[in-house]
């Protein structure tokens, strides 16, 4: 457990060798291959694809290039709800416009889908699509509030949108034609974990009547986060910590990673700690994975929490 991420390229043929065994998969039959880049994102690793699976056409490319965020203070992101079919954070758009860039991000979020539940084959089941978006501001420099700021390594955690222990698995696709996007990584969670826990604060079981009366006044209120297990609160504090300690980030050892144009790339999020220090122009689909799909439930967050703790994180009586 030495918290090193490796960048792992996915060709047609095989996955490349990160150093670190598996479980013994076959990687000749499309069965083995899938539990294989399954267990290298668990571990905390990159998968990376050279050039992007997802179809672009020159005509749509030129459309999302010309894109721009009047306020890219606020609304650094455009974000597509697959479940509403709507965009929320578009600073300033013609109908038309807006119409267009829903269409390319509903057909970008399909195809992710059916990319990821088909490479993926262990996560069919327990895969749930979240939200995608489309990042057309420049990292570099970008203002931002420091709990905000994408260019400090944190591990991502959804105030409003809690997993209560399932995972979060990103993918992202650099569409600019001309400039690399950058990123950070630092260690693991794990190895945060077991470092840090203690110090963030260890997440305690809610019990008690008052506890359960609030947390069902909370959902009838639909508040937001609303429904939060432990493990929720845990990770949106280590995200908090991590971007605000200054000693964890002068102690913290990092990697750098350039993905060119034309690349897409996935990575759990809430395992592989991850800033971005430059890029304009990516797009981005979030898929919230079943704990209970892992193919290495040992090393999925709420478990290595639990065994820090001893006791359980998630809410009882929840779907996963």
């Not at 991000?105 to 995608?132: C, M």
């Not at 703790?309 to 996963?320: R, V």
């Amino acid at each position: 457990m030495d918290g090193t991420t490796h960048l792992i390229i996915v060709e047609d043929a095989a996955v490349a060798d990160a150093g670190e065994k598996s479980s013994g998969a076959d990687s000749s039959n499309p069965v083995g291959r899938g539990r294989l880049l399954c267990e290298q994102l668990e571990r905390g690793n990159i998968l990376l694809f050279t050039r992007t699976p997802f179809a672009f056409s020159p005509e749509k490319r030129e459309f999302l290039l010309s894109q721009r965020q009047t306020n890219a203070t606020y609304h650094k992101n455009v974000a597509y709800r697959p479940d509403e079919d709507r965009l929320t954070g578009l600073a300033k758009s013609d109908a038309a416009e807006e119409a267009r860039l829903r269409a390319i991000l509903r057909a970008y979020s399909e195809q992710a889908s059916q990319f990821v539940s088909t490479l993926l084959s262990p996560y069919k089941n327990g895969l749930r699509r979240d939200f995608a978006s489309y990042r057309p501001v420049e990292e570099r420099g970008r203002p931002a509030r420091l709990r905000a700021r994408n260019d400090l390594p944190h591990v991502d955690a959804f105030p409003t949108r809690p997993t209560n222990g399932d995972r979060i698995l990103r993918v992202f696709t650099n569409l600019n034609p001309t400039q690399n996007r950058v990123w950070l990584t630092a260690e693991t969670f794990d190895v945060i974990a077991e470092r840090y826990a203690r110090q963030i604060g260890f997440p305690t079981p809610r019990t008690g009547f008052a506890a359960q009366a609030g947390a069902r006044l909370a959902r009838v209120l639909r508040w937001p986060g609303a429904g939060r297990a432990p493990y929720d609160d845990f990770m949106h504090r280590c995200h908090n910590f991590m971007k605000e300690n200054d000693a964890f980030r002068a102690a913290c050892p990092t990697q750098r990673w350039e993905f060119a144009p034309d690349a897409t790339w996935m990575v759990y999020t809430d395992m592989v700690s991850h800033a971005v220090l430059e890029g304009q122009f990516a797009m981005e689909q979030t898929f919230i994975v079943s704990r209970h799909a892992m193919v290495l439930p040992a090393k999925s967050p709420i478990s290595i929490l639990e065994r820090l703790c001893g006791h359980t994180l998630s809410n009882p009586n929840k779907h996963h």
